[in-house]
């Protein structure tokens, strides 16, 4: 099989190659082309993949070419990895910056970041669907561009079920709460439903029968884990749920946004100035064998380290603990994802799909995250309960963002913008709105007709 991997110099492209190392099976993924617009990170990125190749041992690595051609890049790919960033990390370092400076949140996938970044991404998204569409329409597009659930929905306008997006958020949360419970990840039925960061896990199944409420009733095992620690016992037995990480920009938003503002430096700036680093370093020419691979191994470490500080600042909880850093998220879900369509091994994974009827809620071609069972014809949603009142409050409001970020991309209207960020519950005001609009249109030249 052959595998392209849109942003091929991303950074946590050596998390999908070293999970390929790792199949060994018949029909197993055997090339992989890297495309990027960078000829500097992809470079790095080649070398660093080299250097894991070698230390692995495996004489059956999959071949690995550069292109910066995108036609020759999707022709005759079988799957498709889109990790792509428009405007890089200088862009999420400025949608941070912006919506500080009017008091709200800035993240990328989370309110007015998520909404800055999303208009700068749809139409580089729908663009690529269509390539994708007339160049390789037999292949899958497996979507891990954020904000995912938009991107994928986007895609999907072009693509229909052949795009799936995928996110490590759930996949962490429900390996979690399994091993608390004393069972092995994969032999339990996870409840999760919601969009994209903005999801909750209402029950884990464990021989038929849901756990959950044993682990809500004891505060001591509640609080030793990553979501536990965040949103504290009472607020999740209040709930019934585990919600999302992400959730906890909402449900704490003010400590959140404080912590934010008072922080040295945002976490886009902090990724930006990192990263330059790493790939100044990796893609130096006449360094030893594996120095690349040694230099993504402790960026990486600090990285994960430093995952959601701010909220953890907000929250008076302190570091991570060793094992919330364990890998084992979206190069996991993405390999678990091509080797059940490509083989037709049935595998029950959380994705991003179109809901169809999942969701009453929504309407059909909304994406949605939830438990989807996977064979040779892609992923279908499985049936959930409803959502409280609550979750229904919040999806539908988000959903309703989502939808006029997508018309705004396609329609270049200013109004249709000012409308994405007012109706977002992070942002409190329409005045506000138009001053984050303005500020974004400054930051970024492809947004510059939107002012």
């Not at 994209?196 to 884990?204: E, S, V």
Request: hydrophobic share 45%; charged share 25%.
């Amino acid at each position: 099989m052959r595998l392209t991997i849109l942003g091929g110099g991303g950074f946590r492209v050596p998390l999908v190659y070293g999970a390929l190392l790792g199949d060994h099976a018949e029909g197993r993924v055997s090339h992989v082309t890297l495309y990027d617009e960078d000829p500097a990170r992809i470079g790095a990125m080649v070398r660093v993949l080299a250097d894991q190749a070698a230390a692995s041992g495996a004489p059956d690595a999959p071949t690995v070419t550069a292109t910066r051609d995108l036609d020759e890049a999707l022709r005759g790919a079988d799957f498709i990895f889109s990790a792509i960033r428009v405007g890089g990390l200088d862009g999420r370092a400025a949608d941070e910056r912006v919506a500080l400076a009017e008091g709200v949140l800035g993240q990328e996938t989370v309110g007015a970041g998520g909404i800055a970044y999303g208009l700068r991404t749809v139409p580089v998204a729908r663009e690529l669907a269509r390539r994708i569409a007339r160049t390789a329409p037999e292949a899958w597009v497996i979507n891990f561009t954020n904000p995912a659930g938009l991107v994928t929905e986007a895609m999907a306008e072009e693509l229909g079920d052949r795009v799936i997006g995928i996110c490590d958020s759930p996949v962490g949360l429900g390996r979690r709460v399994a091993r608390l419970l004393g069972a092995r990840p994969e032999e339990a039925w996870i409840d999760y439903v919601g969009l994209n960061h903005l999801g909750w896990l209402r029950g884990l199944r464990i021989a038929g029968r849901d756990e959950l409420p044993r682990l809500l009733a004891d505060t001591a095992a509640l609080e030793s884990f990553e979501e536990g620690r965040l949103f504290g016992a009472d607020w999740l037995r209040s709930l019934g749920a585990i919600p999302n990480e992400y959730l906890h920009y909402y449900y704490f938003n003010r400590d959140t946004v404080r912590a934010y503002a008072e922080a040295e430096q945002t976490r886009g700036a902090f990724l930006r100035d990192q990263q330059r680093g790493f790939y100044a370093q990796a893609g130096r020419p006449g360094q030893p064998a594996g120095a690349a691979l040694a230099a993504w191994d402790r960026t990486r470490a600090e990285r994960e380290a430093t995952y959601m500080a701010e909220n953890r600042e907000a929250a008076q909880v302190g570091e991570r603990d060793a094992s919330d850093l364990e890998s084992g998220g979206y190069e996991k879900v993405a390999l678990a994802l091509m080797r059940a369509i490509a083989r037709d091994e049935r595998a029950t994974l959380i994705l991003n799909v179109r809901n169809r009827s999942t969701l009453s809620v929504l309407d059909a071609r909304a994406v949605i995250e939830v438990p989807c069972l996977v064979d040779a014809n892609g992923a279908h949603p499985v049936a959930v309960d409803p959502l409280p009142l609550h979750a229904v409050g919040l999806v539908t409001s988000v959903k309703a963002v989502e939808r006029e970020v997508l018309a705004a991309a396609a329609s270049g209207s200013r109004a249709d913008a000012v409308k994405a960020f007012a109706l977002h519950p992070l942002v409190d005001s329409v005045g506000v709105a138009r001053r984050l609009l303005d500020g974004y249109a400054a930051a970024h030249p492809g947004l510059a007709h939107l002012r």
